[in-house]
């Protein structure tokens, strides 16, 4: 069948991180070549996704792909309708809160309410929001997380915004930006449509994508009003693989050099003591940067998928070293011609030279200067396990034509290996075994999304072999998808 679907598109609109079922959905449509970009760097455009699925021959695809396109032109039509004032609104209770986020955007605090409202068109994205919580850990009751106003410059957009973002292929974290943390004020460019380079020099790289970012961090800090820089370069060569550069800083901030010759220097990698000028009067900041990739198959008919991601925490010789590490594997199913199913086993290394036998405790999140750390508000920046871990991840994903959803979501492992007291660590100070486990259910109803979330963690302290448990459970309404 032919899929023909008119519908504006505001190419500045943008999917956020969270919903862990339409990420099934476009990557379904992009191992199966109906989406051509590259997708492992979130937000999203909605432009870049769905202008293949505009006028796409579906007459020989199986019926969950052809059940991801519908979801998904279904949610772009609700979410870019231009030139169209939108309202939203959103309510959660949870008690115990998940602390360990993954790719899903599950309820940070005990109470939350959230109003927004959203306009975009041809040259302009607002969306405005507004959180009231309570009892919040950082102290923050009024937030206006999952804001953005940005503006189209050509085939570039300009926002700033307070939006989450997810960078790498996993989906129980990312090694060097997840949305673990509260995201941060940020002033971020992006390129909006993929299209591959015209020369032919560099059009062997495919679609690609970039997206450069500045953020602001806390004042309660070691180094108050410290800032934040990330880059990604993501391509895809070949239709079944992508490939993402990243690298990220913290810099700046009260009585650290904050001018564009420091800028420079953080830009080029001439930033440790001991290189041309460095001392640790003048040192730039601390920086993580590596790569990740996805690669996707068919095994015994069913599409699966491999991937990793491996951030250096140190620089040498002008490369990532002292590498942190995330690997995965992901496969697809078809179950009872409605529910379409998307199975993952992951496992993250957060201790520096994982890979070796000379691993390196206290490394990765710490910096000797910035002594908050690669931290936000409490909350790590990179992956949810914080320093020092070593968790595997098992979780299950499943989506029918009705957009109903069930997640879950097993991990088993240790945290903060190193030994010594850590008081960075926002997890536990000294060494634990970690096991979890995490349901969570949605679906439409009349008057909008109800979702519910039950869960069970267990920490084993190994220095006096104490043991502590709890139970989670939470209960969302948002108005739509």
Known sequence: MWLVIPMPVSADAYISPGDMALRHDIQVLADSGYISGP????????????????????SNAPNYVIDSAARVLARSRWHTRSNEWQFRAEASVSENPIRIRS???????????????????????????????????DGDEVRADGSMIGVMLGNWSVSANTLDKHWGPGWDGSLILSGNARPMPSLTIDRVYTDAFESRWLSWLGPWDLTVTFGQLEKERTVPDAQFFGMRFGFRPIPSLELGVSRSALWCGEDRPCGLDTFAD????????????????????????????????????????????????????????????????????????RWSVRAFGEIAATTCQFHESSELFNCAYNHGIYQTGYRYKGSVIGHGVDNDARVASLGLILVDSDNMQWRGILRYGELNRGGAPDPNNTLTATPADLSSIDIAHSRALKYGVIEVGVGYQQFDQTVDDSSSSDGRIYLNWRSSY
């Open 39 to 58: 997708i492992m760097t979130w937000p999203l455009a909605w432009g870049a996704v769905v202008e293949g699925l505009e006028s796409a021959d579906l």
């Open 266 to 337: 953080l830009f080029l990698g001439n930033d440790n003591v001991g290189d041309s000028g460095i001392s640790t009067g003048n040192e730039p900041g601390n920086q993580l940067g590596g790569f990740d990739f996805r690669w996707s198959t068919a095994l015994f008919n069913r599409p699966v998928a491999i991937y990793g991601q491996f951030i250096g925490e140190d620089e040498a010789g002008g490369f990532p070293s002292r590498f942190l590490g995330q690997g995965g594997v992901e496969v697809v199913s078809y179950w009872a011609d």
């Open 103 to 137: 790719f899903a955007n599950t309820p940070r605090e005990e109470v939350q309410a959230t109003v927004g409202a959203s306009l975009t068109n041809d040259w302009i994205a607002v969306d405005l929001r507004a959180s009231v919580v309570e009892s919040p850990l």
